[in-house]
């Protein structure tokens, strides 16, 4: 998409890093490879779904050797044969021989179960939320599981803000983060590369790679949903502008607050009671788009709260 989120220098780790790991350097095969799965790799599903989720980054337990693991993930990614919007399940069919072990893939997941209610909720299709609820032999329900966020079945797409997982600190990053640029070389990054820096900088170039995919499949998107509304997520600073704000671009946004009832049907309103979950909506290139909470911190009936936010936005 021409534009390079990340370099390929390598950064080392200084003493003062809460992480103590001892990281190889990446070969210059391999940085290249990182630079391109920044760059080109944004989720699973098919392109034509007519909704895309949209989070913050994929959450994988990089330790006790996070290196290896992000050289198992690329690994895997290469070995699919690239791409923007990839397989799920045969991605991670590839993951766990790279890995040597099996279970990277797992339909309950409470991220992917809180996607799938909201999902039913919008009202375009239906989706058994957990494995408990798929029918049929055990057969179909193996082909249930491997059609979630495939390339055969148009339902729903699942992308990332930010290339690389989550390394479950908030110290400054770990050795197997190269060095940030812009294209104009005017950035100017601490060393190591801190979170704060990584997030404002990447969040910034992946948004506008992210308008160019929206653009390209508008005619069949009905909608998008961005879910990670706080500091660290669409709320991040890139500089004059939130990460959202950059992507909703010139349309004007509605920001309100809803509220769970149990009472009269376990409904949702704007009316103020207790557990307020703020909400942004907008249209971006045309495509009604939401951002929400992230689905496991949504309190109550979620498969209601996104019937409540369509009625209330009339898309």
Not at 175 to 191: H, I, M, Q, T, W
Not at 202 to 222: G, N, P, W
Request: net charge negative.
């Amino acid at each position: 998409m021409g534009l390079d989120i990340l370099s390929k220098k390598g950064t080392q780790m200084s003493e003062s890093e809460m992480l103590e790991l001892e990281m190889s350097t990446f070969s210059s095969k391999e940085n290249d490879e990182l630079s391109s799965y920044c760059n080109e790799f944004f989720g699973y599903g098919h392109p034509e779904a007519p909704v895309w989720f949209i989070g913050i980054e994929e959450r994988d337990n990089l330790k006790p050797n996070p290196e290896a693991a992000l050289k198992a993930r690329i690994n895997a990614w290469v070995s699919y044969g690239r791409g923007d919007i990839i397989d799920c399940w045969k991605y991670h069919k590839i993951l766990d021989e790279e890995k040597g072990e099996p279970g990277s893939f797992y339909y309950n997941t409470p991220t992917w179960v809180g996607m799938r209610e909201f999902y039913n909720g919008l009202g375009y299709g239906f989706i058994p939320p957990r494995l408990s609820n798929i029918p049929g032999s055990e057969d179909e329900k193996r082909s249930e599981v491997e059609n979630w966020l495939s390339n055969r079945q148009h339902d729903v797409c699942s992308l990332e803000l930010f290339p690389l997982p989550k390394t479950r600190t908030d110290s400054p990053l770990s050795g197997y983060y190269p060095d940030l640029k812009s294209d104009d070389e005017r950035a100017v990054f601490s060393n190591p590369v801190t979170q704060t820096e990584y997030y404002r900088y990447v969040s910034s170039a992946r948004v506008q790679i992210l308008k160019e995919l929206i653009i390209q499949r508008r005619k069949t998107l009905k909608s998008i949903v961005l879910y990670g509304n706080t500091e660290k997520g669409w709320l991040v600073e890139t500089g004059e502008k939130k990460a959202f704000e950059l992507l909703f671009g010139d349309s004007k946004y509605v920001e309100t607050s809803f509220y769970y009832r149990k009472e009269n049907n376990k409904s949702w309103s704007e009316e103020p009671k207790k557990r307020p979950h703020k909400v942004f909506f907008s249209y971006v290139e045309g495509v009604p788009c939401l951002l929400i909470p992230h689905p496991t911190s949504i309190t109550g009936d979620t498969r209601n709260f996104a019937k409540a936010l369509r009625q209330t936005f009339e898309f």
